[in-house]
């Protein structure tokens, strides 16, 4: 089924993404191919850089995000920048369907689609009639 709202909630470890309406939730878990490899620092780096973020995972995410008009991409760190900056450079297409980022801490999933709703309830009365 095809919802017009997604949501996004990810961290380096996992992505929970759930396509939404108002009585209706349809949710996905992506898992990066090599979990915690982004705080491995490299091997002989001087300045103690993390190693590169895994572009298979960003790809993966936005391929479960597929179908929805508007997204919303919420998470407690980085990883959701680094979505957005993976979108930019390799999905130009969807950034469009981007229409928020916020920082978010670890919600059950029930407290994650009310947040997500609440949101675009307040996008939607923004938009001129």
């Not at 130009?92 to 009310?114: C, N």
């Amino acid at each position: 089924m095809s919802h017009y709202h997604a949501v996004v909630w990810l961290d380096h470890n996992e992505a929970r993404v759930m396509h939404i309406s108002p009585d209706d939730v349809e949710k996905s878990v992506v898992h990066p191919a090599h979990p915690h490899r982004h705080l491995q620092r490299k091997r002989g780096s001087v300045s103690g850089s993390r190693a590169p973020e895994d572009p298979h995972y960003y790809h993966e995410v936005v391929e479960a995000l597929a179908g929805a008009s508007e997204v919303l991409v919420v998470g407690p760190g980085q990883a959701k920048l680094e979505l957005i900056k993976h979108i930019h450079a390799h999905d130009r297409d969807f950034s469009d369907k981007i229409v928020g980022v916020e920082t978010v801490d670890h919600p059950a999933d029930g407290q994650l689609v009310a947040y997500a709703r609440k949101y675009f309830a307040a996008k939607d009365r923004m938009l001129p009639q």
